[in-house]
């Protein structure tokens, strides 16, 4: 596995790192925690060593999953994990968002004993909370870190003016935000704030939740625990449009003897030498497949070639509901 460093944090990680969500959260039913551990130790011997989760994702199932599956591997791995909604220690969820630094410290404590570690590699802020001034976001994490709780500071969907003044009090390592050749979004201010500022970037959704893979089409059923049932880019008549761009990843996997989710992750590699995006799964195979991607070389002209015929597709659909939309890019 090919390693990459976020930014100027000397960060290093594997080129792919994993998303842990989908093990626990959001796609439907959890996966069996066996199957889960071992698609995590998987992982681990496929050369990934950037994991990523949250006290959400559960809340709280995921980062205990993780805990117990890296435990024999941690010096070997880069934990991430979040903060930021406002969730009580029994697991009840209290409201919307919350940054308070009492608050930011009290989830640091758990996460560090759920995930079974003395220091959490990279610590975001899962949403920027428009009631606590970014400053004293970071000024937290900063104590946190000089308190040797912490390593990195990083931020989830926030907006550029906000990356620039977390930046000032305290280096922010990594943003992570949706991104992948149907969401653009970060390409006109995040990522070149990104690369001014020396921030690595970490494309969550790199697959479009699983649309890119080729394997959803408009008569897929979703479970009732499946967030995409109710996202509007996956109603049934913008799967149909948004087929169009499957369709494109096709040709070109076709021609360069790999998959369209392997062209998908390729192309987000492509695009700058210090972004790692972290696809999830639930099955070795798609797993190995994923990783494989890391060996998929487009030239410059096939990226022409693909960004000027995605150019032409347009994408159907929001890709959250607006409820979630609006706690992005604060």
């Given at each position: 596995?090919?390693?990459?460093?976020?930014?100027?944090?000397?960060?290093?990680v594997s080129a792919l790192g994993f998303g842990c969500m989908g093990l626990s959260y959001g796609y439907g039913p959890a996966a069996e925690k066996r199957q889960a551990?071992?698609?995590?130790?998987?992982?681990?011997?496929?050369?990934?060593?950037?994991?990523?989760?949250?006290?959400?994702?559960?809340?709280?199932?995921?980062?205990?999953?993780?805990?117990?599956?890296?435990?024999?591997?941690?010096?070997?791995?880069?934990?991430?994990?979040?903060?930021?909604?406002?969730?009580?220690?029994?697991?009840?969820?209290?409201?919307?968002?919350?940054?308070?630094?009492?608050?930011?410290?009290?989830?640091?404590?758990?996460?560090?004993?759920?995930?079974?570690?003395?220091?959490?590699?990279?610590?975001?802020?899962?949403?920027?909370?428009?009631?606590?001034?970014?400053?004293?976001?970071?000024?937290?994490?900063?104590?946190?870190?000089?308190?040797?709780?912490?390593?990195?500071?990083?931020?989830?969907?926030?907006?550029?003016?906000?990356?620039?003044?977390?930046?000032?009090?305290?280096?922010?390592?990594?943003?992570?935000?949706?991104?992948?050749?149907?969401?653009?979004?970060?390409?006109?201010?995040?990522?070149?704030?990104?690369?001014?500022?020396?921030?690595?970037?970490?494309?969550?959704?790199?697959?479009?939740?699983?649309?890119?893979?080729?394997?959803?089409?408009?008569?897929?059923?979703?479970?009732?625990?499946?967030?995409?049932?109710?996202?509007?880019?996956?109603?049934?008549?913008?799967?149909?449009?948004?087929?169009?761009?499957?369709?494109?990843?096709?040709?070109?996997?076709?021609?360069?003897?790999?998959?369209?989710?392997?062209?998908?992750?390729?192309?987000?590699?492509?695009q700058k030498p210090w972004l790692v995006p972290i696809p999830g799964t639930t099955k070795i195979h798609r797993l190995k497949e994923n990783v494989d991607s890391v060996?998929?070389?487009?030239?410059?002209?096939?990226?022409?070639?693909?960004?000027?015929?995605?150019?032409?597709i347009p994408i159907q659909g929001e890709r959250l509901p607006e409820s979630i939309l609006r706690m992005s890019y604060r």
């Amino acid at each position: 596995m090919q390693t990459r460093t976020l930014g100027k944090s000397n960060l290093e990680v594997s080129a792919l790192g994993f998303g842990c969500m989908g093990l626990s959260y959001g796609y439907g039913p959890a996966a069996e925690k066996r199957q889960a551990v071992a698609v995590i130790e998987a992982a681990v011997d496929c050369g990934v060593t950037f994991f990523d989760t949250a006290e959400v994702y559960g809340p709280f199932t995921n980062e205990e999953l993780l805990g117990e599956a890296l435990a024999p591997h941690r010096k070997r791995v880069v934990i991430a994990t979040k903060f930021g909604f406002d969730i009580a220690p029994d697991g009840q969820r209290r409201g919307g968002l919350n940054s308070r630094p009492d608050h930011i410290r009290e989830v640091a404590e758990a996460s560090l004993k759920r995930l079974k570690t003395d220091v959490i590699d990279l610590l975001y802020q899962h949403r920027v909370d428009p009631e606590v001034p970014i400053e004293d976001v970071a000024g937290a994490v900063k104590d946190l870190i000089q308190a040797g709780k912490v390593k990195h500071f990083g931020l989830s969907e926030a907006a550029a003016k906000t990356i620039r003044r977390a930046h000032v009090v305290q280096p922010v390592a990594a943003v992570q935000s949706e991104y992948s050749i149907w969401t653009r979004d970060p390409e006109p201010e995040v990522l070149p704030t990104c690369e001014e500022l020396g921030i690595g970037f970490v494309p969550w959704s790199p697959l479009g939740q699983g649309f890119l893979t080729g394997k959803i089409d408009a008569s897929t059923k979703f479970d009732s625990t499946d967030f995409r049932a109710v996202f509007p880019r996956f109603s049934e008549e913008a799967r149909n449009a948004n087929l169009a761009l499957v369709e494109l990843l096709k040709q070109i996997a076709q021609r360069k003897n790999a998959t369209p989710a392997q062209i998908a992750l390729a192309w987000l590699l492509a695009q700058k030498p210090w972004l790692v995006p972290i696809p999830g799964t639930t099955k070795i195979h798609r797993l190995k497949e994923n990783v494989d991607s890391v060996s998929v070389e487009l030239t410059t002209e096939d990226l022409e070639e693909i960004n000027a015929a995605a150019s032409r597709i347009p994408i159907q659909g929001e890709r959250l509901p607006e409820s979630i939309l609006r706690m992005s890019y604060r």
